[in-house]
């Protein structure tokens, strides 16, 4: 998915499980709970491609590629 450099992003997670969403690259975490939501907000002011997963289950939900 595309982000462009710069600007303010929010990654929304609704999940059925718990676990953490993990944002690399950014290292940024947020616990969610079975049904519940994770919001990570992040500016993104560094360019690449980072992975979004589910930590403990190492499922990737995204691919944000910053430019
Ligand atoms: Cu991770």
Redesign the pocket.
């Known amino acids: 998915m595309p982000v462009s450099l710069g600007s303010s992003v929010a990654l929304v997670v609704t999940s059925d499980v718990a676990d953490e969403v993990?944002l690399?690259g950014y290292d940024r975490k947020a616990d969610v709970a079975p049904g519940g939501t994770a919001t990570i907000d992040f500016v993104a002011d560094h360019a690449g491609v980072f992975?979004a997963?589910m930590?403990s289950r190492g499922i990737q939900l995204v691919q944000l590629e910053i430019r």
Do not use: A, F, M, R
């Open positions: 993990h690399h992975e997963e930590e």
